[in-house]
């Protein structure tokens, strides 16, 4: 049985037996290139037959889907008409010696890396338009069919174009696996508003034997057709060949999902609030930016962390202010008004690149990490404080320090911030100063807290790290048994002191660390006080009905507040 994980892009469980297609190939053909009259007047046929193909497309989406999707197809049947890709076509078949198919993915290619190139995500996900209309008039060219389903399968491939996903028989698809894939990509949208199961970004295997392993960037995925699946996209989890008892959790998991889904659906747009009272912000964390759209999707009432150090990773030089202002405020925008809270650089330990060329270290989790970084490498810090204070003109945006361990970490990061605040007010840039919180996430900043909370405005607590750091057990090690213990009564205790400070000096506490979505935890942090949860988009409004449906009393309750999570009120 081989295990996988990727990213939820609509939640839900399933198994089944898989269908696994290939990308298109878009290599040129070994088709003989006919005469160049010959191709023009196949392009011509081609064009026409994609035409009528599109129209019963348009239909199809319009009744099943609805209109708003049909108008993809709408984009697509007017491209067949756009000079910037038939007459490119034509022209490259005229200049000789290239079939009419190969012109056209040619051509594709050529148009789609325009859109591509553009910085704008909209318009980006223009590009998979352009190879889908172009990849269809290859495919009708070279005689080829599109894909039917002739058994109810779980489509797994490299990535799908919208009218993959829609011309399928919905009825016979139970979920999809993509090795590739974006949340805002129309295959994603399609996929959420048909509401199947969708993992995107998806480790597929390379090799099956044993416990498998998966595929690395440049490697072939295997060939999965066949193979069964059984996947669980709320947790991101997905088993190949998957073992009895597998299949028998899934089960299990599938009838009870579904059932309390229907339920968690008719709590959007209704507050975290127990039966005592209590009000617990139910937020959201996010990776990237287009995660923002499962947030929305499930009413997170805030973004209580946004990984930030996700810009960083996976390429060869840090981000610029533009590239990093560009992220930050449009999630701002995009969660209109609710709050965003980013997080300020953590590379480091596990999360590492090549260009701040750090030097190996013994103990990386221990080592140079997180703000330790930006304290020693001012000029990243402050751009990316740049573009979050810019961001923070645009959008409900606060951000918070990683791995503070003591007060002096925390002053001297805020006097970075003073300096770019008035660099920006210098240089007459628009901005806002957001609020500043810190992540408590080492027993030294929970032991300080009392003292760390005078001098911020929220605290946010990281219990992957504070579990690790409190009771010695590497996060990362899987063979730590029971003594890794997510429940350590010194973690618990840590937790209840850290609550209690924070509302000694009028700040609120949210937890953002795994176990805020602990279910056998919910009634506690409720009792210790906490104001704000934030867990994966998926499991939003499972916290959420916890809440609501809690009697327990809080022990521990924020009054005279400095801060609020509240949205504020100038956006
Ligand atoms: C944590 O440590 O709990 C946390 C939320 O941060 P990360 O998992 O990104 O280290
Ligand atoms: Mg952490």
Do not use: W
């Not at 756009?82 to 198919?101: C, E, L, T, Y």
């Not at 002053?411 to 609020?435: H, R």
Request: with cysteine; glycine share 8%.
């Amino acid at each position: 049985m081989y295990q996988g994980k990727g990213r939820c892009a609509c939640a839900g469980i399933t198994y089944g037996k898989i269908l696994h297609i290939k990308t298109p190939d878009i290599t040129p053909a070994a088709l003989t290139c006919q005469s160049v009259d010959q191709e023009l007047s196949h392009l011509d046929i081609a064009i026409n037959k994609a035409q009528i193909e599109l129209d019963g497309l348009i239909e199809k989406a319009r009744v099943e889907i609805g209109q708003e999707q049909a108008e993809i197809f709408e984009i697509h049947r007017m491209m067949l008409d756009d000079p910037d890709i038939v007459d490119n076509i034509r022209d490259m078949i005229k200049q000789g010696g290239i079939s009419a198919a190969d012109a056209s993915i040619a051509v594709g290619k050529e148009q789609a890396a325009i859109f591509e190139a553009l910085d704008d995500d909209y318009m980006k996900e223009r590009s998979a338009d352009i190879k889908d209309v172009t990849g269809r008039l290859a495919r009708i060219l070279r005689g080829g069919e599109t894909v039917t389903l002739s058994e109810s399968c779980v489509i797994v491939a490299d990535d799908l174009q919208p009218s993959q996903t829609v011309a399928m028989d919905r009825s016979k698809i139970l979920g999809f696996v993509l090795r590739k894939g974006t949340q805002n990509s129309h295959a994603s949208i399609l996929a959420r508003t048909m509401n199947i199961p969708l993992i995107i970004n998806a480790n597929l295997p390379a090799d099956l034997t044993g416990q498998g392993r998966a595929a690395t960037e440049s490697e072939e995925v295997l060939d999965l057709s066949g193979h069964t699946i059984a996947l669980n996209s709320v947790k991101g989890v997905f088993y190949i060949d998957p073992d009895e008892e597998i299949v028998d959790k899934l089960k299990i998991d599938k009838d009870i999902f579904e059932q309390q889904r229907l339920r968690q659906l008719a709590l959007r747009g209704l507050p975290g609030i127990s039966k005592t009272g209590h009000r617990v912000h139910t937020f959201a964390n996010i990776g990237q930016p287009d995660d923002v759209e499962q947030v929305l999707e499930n009413d997170g009432e805030g973004i209580g962390l946004f990984r930030s150090e996700f810009l960083y990773l996976g390429r060869n030089d840090p981000p610029n202010e533009e590239e990093q202002y560009r992220a930050y405020a449009k999630v701002g925008s995009t969660m209109n008004g609710r709050l965003v809270i980013i997080r300020t650089l953590d590379i480091g330990a596990d999360k590492k690149v090549d260009y701040f060329n750090l030097p190996v270290e013994e103990n990386p989790a221990l080592g140079m990490r997180a703000l330790r970084i930006c304290l020693t490498k001012v000029d990243i810090f402050k751009t990316q404080l740049r573009a979050i204070y810019r961001a923070a003109a645009r959008g409900n945006i606060a951000m918070m320090f990683p791995m503070v361990t003591r007060l002096k970490e925390v002053e001297q990061a805020k006097a970075i911030c003073a300096q770019v605040e008035q660099e920006l007010k210098d240089e007459g840039k628009e901005y806002a100063v957001p609020k500043i919180g810190i992540m408590i996430e080492t027993p030294a900043a929970a032991i300080l807290s009392d003292q760390l909370a005078k001098h911020v405005d929220f605290f946010s607590v990281g219990t992957n790290d504070l579990n690790q750091y409190t009771t010695a057990c590497d996060r990362q090690n899987q063979d730590l048994g029971d003594f890794y213990d997510p429940h350590h009564e010194a973690v618990l205790e840590l937790l209840r002191l850290i609550a209690k400070n924070a509302h000694a000096n009028g700040i609120p506490a949210g937890i953002c660390g795994e176990l805020a979505a602990d279910p056998e935890l919910t009634d506690l942090f409720i009792e210790m006080g906490y104001d704000e949860l934030s867990v994966s988009p998926g499991a939003v409004l499972a916290l959420r009905e916890r809440v609501r449906n809690s009697e327990t009393k809080c022990l521990n309750e924020l009054t005279n507040s400095r801060t609020s999570l509240e949205p504020q009120k100038k956006f």
